[in-house]
């Protein structure tokens, strides 16, 4: 018997078993970054959404970012970043300006606060991925995990793209 190539296979239902592996992969993920969001956030007071817009913000050249282009970035609608930026800025990690060359642009800047913030989470939160993500897999397990995530990301992007 041959075995299915991921084209033939995608033709079809999936099987119970396929059914089976897609909800205990969903469940685990769910659960992960739950317990991943509620350490980030009663160890730094930061939530996952902050902590992506920060960790955008420091990777970025000058420490700054069109708000379209954040958004991009991180995968959120504009309207759901706008409003959270909104709440970052209320809380002095982010400042927004007018961007100079299009005024119907806002460029969203690092403040040292929220560099600050960004700083002093970034090793619990490290330490939470390392406990309940990297302990529970053997070095083999997390070579296929992120084979398996780098397959997932090339299909995901191919689909999208058509």
Same mark, same amino acid.
């Given at each position: 018997?041959?075995?299915?190539t991921?084209?033939?296979?995608?033709r079809?239902?999936?099987?119970a078993?396929?059914?089976r592996?897609?909800?205990?992969?969903i469940?685990?993920?769910?659960?992960?970054?739950?317990r991943?969001?509620?350490?980030?956030?009663?160890?730094?007071a930061?939530?996952p959404?902050?902590?992506?817009?920060?960790?955008?913000?420091?990777?970025?050249?000058e420490?700054?970012?069109?708000?379209?282009?954040?958004?991009?970035h991180?995968?959120?609608e504009?309207?759901?970043?706008?409003?959270?930026?909104?709440?970052?800025?209320?809380r002095?990690?982010?400042?927004?300006?007018?961007?100079a060359?299009?005024?119907?642009?806002?460029?969203?800047?690092? +403040?040292a606060?929220?560099?600050?913030?960004?700083?002093?989470s +970034?090793?619990?939160?490290?330490?939470?991925?390392?406990?309940?993500?990297?302990?529970?897999? +053997?070095?083999?397990?997390?070579l296929?995990?992120?084979?398996?995530?780098?397959?997932?990301?090339?299909?995901?992007? +191919?689909r999208?793209?058509?």
């Amino acid at each position: 018997m041959t075995e299915d190539t991921p084209r033939q296979r995608g033709r079809q239902l999936p099987t119970a078993e396929e059914l089976r592996i897609w909800r205990d992969f969903i469940e685990t993920t769910d659960v992960l970054r739950s317990r991943i969001a509620s350490r980030l956030q009663s160890e730094s007071a930061l939530s996952p959404g902050d902590y992506a817009v920060l960790l955008a913000l420091t990777e970025a050249p000058e420490q700054q970012m069109r708000s379209s282009e954040l958004a991009a970035h991180i995968g959120w609608e504009r309207s759901r970043l706008s409003h959270h930026l909104g709440r970052m800025e209320r809380r002095g990690l982010i400042r927004r300006q007018e961007c100079a060359t299009d005024p119907r642009g806002a460029e969203v800047h690092l +403040t040292a606060a929220g560099a600050e913030a960004f700083r002093g989470s +970034t090793v619990p939160h490290l330490r939470a991925i390392r406990e309940l993500f990297v302990d529970a897999l +053997t070095p083999e397990q997390l070579l296929a995990a992120g084979e398996i995530a780098a397959a997932m990301r090339a299909h995901l992007d +191919t689909r999208q793209a058509r």
